[in-house]
């Protein structure tokens, strides 16, 4: 399934290096999905990527005290990944999210 313009998505905020900050799960709403172009596309196509992953979004970020946007973004749905995009815990059937907590009692 590939993201669309409108939809809700997580971003996952970057923590800092020291620690101070952890990655949190950010709602964010696509604004762009752009497909995967040129040598990306070749990668994606040889690598046998995932349909969502073939593309690059725009993101508007809704953070707790302030809306950020950011562009050319990755899905990364192992959430390792700070700057990355991942489909919501409740919509997965993914044994609960390490930052946000969601999913955790599904079984
Ligand atoms: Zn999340
Ligand atoms: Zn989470």
Redesign the pocket.
Known sequence: MNPKVGQIV?Y?SYGTPGGEYTS??RAAIVTEVVPLEGNDAAQAEIENWDEDQRCRVSLAVLNPSGLFFDTQLWQDES?TRGGSW?W??DSTDTSG???????ETRS
């Open positions: 997580h996952l949190q799960c959430r991942h919501p815990e999210c390490p930052h946000c907590g969601r999913g």
